[in-house]
């Protein structure tokens, strides 16, 4: 896949450290060739990016709060300043308080089920109206994670669940509205993995062996194969493809229940 994407160029934001999904699809954009800003949130997330990002030849960060309409702002004016048109942008970002992953969803509060959807489902909206200048002229690829709790009861999701199901209607929606200008929207739903943002949900290490031992392929996820579907997504072999939710789990969705073994 290493011609796929030479000649393109785009932003990803989310990555937290080397083993963030975020980077592995970063990783695997670059390798096939195209070239990548980044932001990142704060001077810590800034200080790990910054070897990850020359790693792969990018010199480009910008801190953004995506809950913060001037730091977006300046944020999309200064990849505009850098590249007139960009072809993708890949929105991996989402956060709950880690108090409210545990226990019951019945216990959600107000402040955090607003903060929760504001970072996790709205961010992407205001992401897709920023980049939509940046690709009205030739099209372009918009890219966001969830997860199967979107649609699913998983044990201590609680209110990201709710927040990956409205950032899932918000992909079919941006879908429709900017298809007629060639721009696709898509979604990679990943099972579960061993990222920072996995380590912040109640019983993730369960989780993670429940579906390695139950899914069709007996296996979780890996940032190859993410980064292998982005690549798709953002490449021309993906010209077709919008308003999608690609499940890459090892098939775990397709189950009724467990295999027998784990019955």
């Known amino acids: 896949m290493s011609e796929l994407l030479k000649g393109k160029r785009g932003l990803v934001m989310g990555v937290a450290n080397d083993r963030s999904i975020a980077w592995g699809i970063a990783k695997a954009l670059s390798e096939a060739g195209a070239e990548l800003a980044f932001t990142y949130q704060g001077e810590a997330f800034g200080k790990r990016l910054e070897p990850l990002a020359a790693s792969v030849g990018s010199d480009f960060m910008v801190d953004v709060d995506v809950t913060d309409d001037a730091s977006l702002d300046a944020a999309f004016d200064a990849l505009g300043a850098r590249w007139p048109t960009i072809d993708f942008v890949v929105h991996a970002i989402a956060f709950s308080d880690k108090a409210e992953l545990t226990g019951r969803f019945l216990n959600t509060s107000r402040a955090n089920f607003k903060h929760s959807m504001d970072i996790s489902a709205y961010s992407f909206i205001e992401v897709a109206r920023r980049a939509h200048p940046l690709m009205i002229d030739n099209g372009g690829t918009l890219l966001t994670l969830t997860y199967q709790g979107s649609n699913r009861v998983v044990p201590n999701y609680n209110v990201m669940g709710v927040a990956k199901a409205a950032l899932e209607s918000a992909t079919r929606y941006l879908a429709n509205d900017l298809g007629p200008e060639g721009i696709r929207v898509n979604a990679i739903s990943p099972g579960p993995m061993k990222t920072l943002a996995g380590a912040a949900i109640g019983g993730a290490r369960k989780t993670y062996k429940h579906t390695d031992q139950n899914a069709p392929l007996r296996s979780n996820a890996t940032l190859e194969a993410v980064g292998g ?26 189950l009724g229940m467990p295999q027998p073994d784990h019955l």
């Not at 798709?232 to 072999?237: M, R």
């Open 229 to 254: 579907t982005a690549v798709y997504l953002c490449s021309d072999a993906g010209a077709c493809t919008t308003g999608e939710i690609i499940r890459v789990d090892g098939g775990f969705h397709v």
